[in-house]
């Protein structure tokens, strides 16, 4: 539209827009959007990291919480129920999750659990013949609460009267008669409450017409129905007795045993194990990060910032410091000082020995990146001290990326932790304190018996470590957008 | 090339330093410590004294540290074992009778790995936001994040214990071609190939996705080059540049045993060998193993600088501030 196409237009076409008052800018009408309004807006968008960060705060609501409100406390252990099952008292009621395992058993066992009261089902039996025998074989589904089934424990006069008192009281049964162990067919058997039946060498069960087991108490004349129920030990000062483990613990914890995520190899509940040793580890990572994030921001301020010879000597020191392979600095500091300023301690020394290099090193080049420009320039030459240059002006800058880096410093502190743990290197493993490499290490030995009990800490490990760094890669796509897509 | 030969060789002074650095504060923190050898009583405990006395434990900390130099650099003298392998093995002839099982897994380790990170990173950029690149990409971010103990867990007992295909734990004995041993080798091969395969993948996926869009691909295809040629001849090898590295340098970590790997397997390699020092108190071999892998991980850091150069000739090694 040049003046040759269009050469006669008349003037008078022309007329001002604006006549009346003067012209201003237009007040926005919009709202500011701030720095981390603008990440928010941005980190909001990426569904992944959303969900990864709401699984974060699942899990530390998990980790905080169910040491509270939890059955059973972290030091909890009881040596008969070792290696149970999970179940759930709800979900038991739909047939899952209710701590039963299935078996295929011969005779003899399955007289065994029968005896146990700890068979559920009954799916099929068979009969097999191997070498001219046969032997008939059971699929069953056996109750791993029930399988304990009686046992022997020795109880004080008062403990004793208590117990029967409440026997009375709720009309339930809590003892037992003890077994005639002189017709238990197998010495090492003898101790075993279970073999109260009536069996033969083979441990075969004989029984009654209806297919009941026989039972073979002890007798006692003294007694209202001619059996014994205790025998003394300790020259009567304690009673030995015969219960139902089920019911005996019932009577003492006033509920039913019911582990929601199982046994371990002591005894302990699992869930509040897992939850108090998922409450060390995020607390040790979080405050490792923030240690390492003020010394490694001071650190990486001053070598960017005053540059020159300093940053050439500090450079030097953090370099050979990241050297150090971090299996030598954390085993060299549990040896050496584990035992002076404890095993935490040591843990947390080595982890601020090395882990606010990478702070600083991120710093330093946003430093680099940031301190030659004008609005520095500027400020210099309004005055401005070189405390104030460096918090005020330049740091802002770098904040995104230090940001981020200290989130991802999280499950890489769990990783390494329960790394140290899990190889033994690192001891965290007593009756109030552990954490998940732990759970992992003693649970490994079990692996292929009782696959629960490790099956909830590594599900938690991952969890843990997929989201956080999930999280982690959405923070730093919001927070610097300038760095979205790149990898590390 | 004369700049690049007083850079390698600066850079192996410089890491001779550092080793000497990490060496000297282990030897000093190492002798620090309290039993140094087993305590006894009557004969035993006089013995042991004698032997402090011959080992040279009674000396100030300095005097220790430069006998153990000496020893060292004049006949390569690490010490001997106490608590760990044979009584009284030079640590040297212990270490190295415990590399070839790391050897033999991390290089079976390296050649699964290798070629499927490549593959399936060079198949997920191809196809970008297409099923395919999702599905890997998620496959990515499970086997980053979730340690590799954990698949070693899965592995070992679906694969191992439920389905019995293979041996829960590495066979015995040093034949390391026998099919038993190959066999029992898988399970610990896949559970640490995973972790490189898929860091690989990303780095190959991040790359190949960034030179596929580069101008000189448009030029290349503008050239009238097929998309096959295209990809192959320019795109491949130039996303290459950071990847050569990453793989050379997998070359020389073959030497550093996965410490939970060889625990969880029970392989007899230097890493369960340098856990074990660590539990029992080995001193001498705790050092010498420590050292070993102080030198393997600074030995790779230089590695991979240089295969910049090699594989990039637009990199110029040890460039100063013009690039000259």
């Known amino acids: ?488 | 090339m004369k700049s690049m030969a007083t850079y390698i060789l600066k850079r192996i002074v410089l890491m001779l330093c550092v080793c000497f650095i990490i060496m000297t504060i282990c030897f000093v923190m190492i002798r620090m410590l309290p039993d140094q050898l087993p305590r006894g009583s009557g004969d035993y405990a006089a013995a042991v004294l004698a032997m402090r006395k011959a080992w040279g434990y009674d000396e100030p900390i300095l005097t220790q540290y430069i006998i153990f130099l000496k020893k060292v650099f004049t006949e390569w003298d690490w010490g001997v074992c106490t608590k760990v392998g044979t009584y009284l093995t030079p640590v040297t002839s212990h270490i190295a009778q415990k590399l070839p099982a790391t050897i033999a897994v991390n290089a079976w380790s390296m050649v699964v790995s290798i070629p499927l990170g490549l593959l399936f990173g060079i198949y997920a950029a191809l196809k970008k936001n297409k099923w395919q690149d999702h599905v890997i990409s998620v496959v990515i971010m499970l086997f980053i994040s979730v340690p590799a103990y954990i698949y070693a867990f899965v592995v070992q007992y679906f694969l191992g214990f439920k389905l019995g295909w293979f041996p829960i734990v590495v066979a015995s004995g040093t034949n390391y071609f026998s099919p038993e041993m190959l066999k029992s080798m898988v399970l610990p091969v896949m559970s640490m190939s995973f972790g490189t395969i898929a860091s690989l993948m990303r780095a190959v996926r991040a790359e190949l996705t960034e030179t596929l869009t580069s101008d000189y691909m448009l030029l290349a295809r503008t050239k009238g080059l097929t998309r096959r040629q295209a990809t192959l001849r320019h795109a491949l090898r130039n996303s290459m540049v950071p990847i050569m590295p990453m793989i050379i340098s997998q070359f020389v970590m073959v030497l550093s045993g996965s410490l939970i790997i060889e625990k969880i397997f029970g392989i007899p390699g230097i890493g369960s060998t340098y856990v074990s020092s660590i539990l029992e108190r080995d001193y001498s071999l705790f050092l010498a193993v420590s050292m070993f892998y102080t030198v393997i991980s600074l030995a790779a850091t230089l590695v991979i600088d240089l295969s910049y150069g090699l594989v990039d000739p637009r990199i110029r090694i040890g460039g100063g501030k013009n690039n000259e």
Not at chain 1, 281 to 303: C, D, K, R, W
Not at chain 1, 417 to 423: A, D, I, V
């Open chain 1, 1 to 488: 539209m040049n003046k040759q196409e269009f050469p006669d237009l008349p003037k008078e076409k022309f007329v001002f827009v604006q006549q009346a008052e003067n012209i201003h800018d237009a007040r926005f009408e919009t709202k500011a959007v701030g720095y981390f309004g603008d990440a928010w807006g941005r980190f909001k968008k990426n569904k992944g990291s959303v969900v990864a960060a709401f699984i974060i705060l699942l899990l530390i609501i998990f980790a905080v919480f169910t040491p509270i409100f939890s059955t059973y406390d972290m030091s909890f252990t009881d040596s008969y129920y070792v290696y149970v099952l999970p179940k759930s008292n709800f979900l038991s009621r739909f047939g899952i999750w209710d701590g039963c395992t299935g078996k295929t058993v011969n005779q003899q066992t399955y007289d065994y659990y029968e005896a146990c009261d700890a068979i559920t089902a009954v799916k099929d039996s068979y009969e097999s013949t191997v070498n001219g025998r046969t032997n008939t074989y059971y699929d069953i589904e056996v109750d791993s609460y029930r399988a304990v089934g009686y046992v022997y424990i020795n109880l004080t006069p008062s403990e004793y009267e208590a117990a029967r008192a409440y026997e009375e009281e709720n009309g339930v049964r809590l003892f037992y008669p003890m077994v005639n162990t002189s017709k238990v067919a197998q010495e090492m058997n003898r101790d075993n409450a279970n073999f109260w039946y009536e069996h033969n060498a083979k441990g075969v069960a004989s029984r009654e017409a209806d297919g009941t087991l026989i039972p073979n108490f002890k007798t006692d004349d003294q007694s209202a129905d001619g059996l014994s129920y205790y025998s003394l030990k300790m020259n009567g000062k304690q009673y030995q007795v015969r219960v139902y483990y089920y019911d005996w613990f019932t009577y003492l914890h006033g509920r039913a045993p019911c582990f929601l995520f199982g046994t371990d190899n002591l005894g302990h509940d699992i869930l509040s194990r897992l939850a108090s040793g998922a409450r060390f580890s995020l607390m040790l990572s979080v405050i490792v990060s923030a240690i390492n994030f003020l010394i490694g921001t001071v650190y990486g301020a001053i070598e960017g910032y005053y540059g020159g010879k300093l940053d050439l000597v500090m450079e030097r020191i953090a370099d050979v410091l990241y050297s150090i392979p971090y299996m030598v600095m954390f085993s060299l500091l549990q040896l050496r000082w584990g035992k002076e300023i404890g095993v935490v301690g040591a843990l947390l020394l080595a982890f601020v020995l090395t882990g606010w290099i990478s702070v600083a090193s991120t710093v330093r080049t946003q430093f680099y990146r940031f301190k030659g420009q004008e609005y520095v320039l500027a400020a210099r030459t309004l005055g401005a001290s070189d405390a104030r240059l460096i918090a005020r002006c330049i740091l802002p800058n770098a904040l995104g990326t230090i940001i981020t880096a200290c989130i991802l410093m999280v499950p890489s502190v769990i990783f390494t932790e329960s790394s140290l743990s899990y190889l033994g290197v690192l001891n965290l493993d007593s009756s109030t304190l552990t954490s998940v490499g732990t759970m992992l290490s003693n649970a490994q030995t079990a692996l292929s018996t009782y696959p629960h009990a490790i099956l909830f800490p590594a599900l938690f490990i991952s969890l843990m470590m997929i989201s956080f760094n999930l999280f982690g890669n959405g923070l730093r796509d919001a927070l610097n957008p300038t760095l979205r897509g790149a990898e590390e």
